[in-house]
Every structure is written in structure tokens, then in C-alpha cells.
């Protein structure tokens, strides 16, 4: 079984910024990526941000510059460190990743964390 617990969301001031947590817990050996989507009130999820094993990078459009995803892998724990935020970033913030190696040969594909909601006001 594996669990990603999100935490570090609230509501910030438009400007403001906030540090997410994703730890993934289990008899996990190994994750392969790990990445940051968020779901808006009446709008599909959407990739955020996302980082490999070897720490390779991908972002949204519309977050480049802004935020800054990162991971370490011997806790398999990855941050979302979000600068500038607009009110339009407002969204619940889930954490995935697509592959986790555990101990005793079993894989775990697409897994999910419960979000955290994040909040920002103009």
C-alpha cells in the first residue's frame, strides 16, 4: 500500500507564496516521477509541475518562473514551492506518482494523494 500525504496548503494574499509537501510512505524502495496537479472548482485537473528520479523538470506554462518542484529521493518526498501566486492559482493541489517500486517486487502505478487546497485572495 502506498499513501502521499499532501501537505502546506492555506490561503495566501495575492504576491504571497506557499511550500507544498508530498511524502510518499509504504514499503517503498524506489518512486519514478512525481508530480504536482490541481483541480480548480468546475475545471479539469491539470499537471502543475512535474520532476524524475533524476531530477528532470516539466511545468505549466502558466506557472513557469514561478513555482519551483523538487524532490528528495531518500525521504520520497517532493515540494512545490510556489512564489508570485495569483488568485487564478487557486485550486485543490493533488500529488502523483506514476510508479512506485516496493519492497517485495510490486509496483503501484498512478497514485494519488488527497490534496490540499490552496487558496489565494486578491
Known amino acids: 500500500q502506498v499513501q502521499l500525504v499532501e501537505s502546506g496548503g492555506g490561503l495566501v494574499q495575492a504576491g504571497g507564496s506557499l511550500r507544498l509537501s508530498c511524502a510518499a510512505s509504504?514499503?517503498?524502495?524506489?518512486?519514478?516521477?512525481m508530480g504536482w496537479y490541481r483541480q480548480a472548482p468546475g475545471k479539469q485537473r491539470e499537471l502543475v509541475a512535474s520532476?524524475?528520479?533524476?531530477?528532470?523538470?516539466n511545468y505549466a506554462d502558466s506557472v513557469k518562473g514561478r513555482f519551483t518542484i523538487s524532490r528528495d529521493n531518500a525521504k520520497n518526498t517532493a515540494y512545490l514551492q510556489m512564489n508570485s501566486l495569483k488568485p487564478e492559482d487557486t485550486a485543490v493541489y493533488y500529488c502523483?506518482?506514476?510508479?512506485?517500486?516496493?519492497?517485495?517486487?510490486?509496483?503501484?502505478?498512478?497514485?494519488w494523494g488527497q490534496g490540499t487546497q490552496v487558496t489565494v485572495s486578491s
Open positions: 509504504g514499503n517503498i524502495v524506489s518512486t519514478n516521477v
Open positions: 520532476i524524475t528520479k533524476g531530477g528532470s523538470t
Open positions: 502523483n506518482t506514476d510508479r512506485v517500486r516496493m519492497i517485495g517486487g510490486i509496483t503501484k502505478y498512478d497514485n
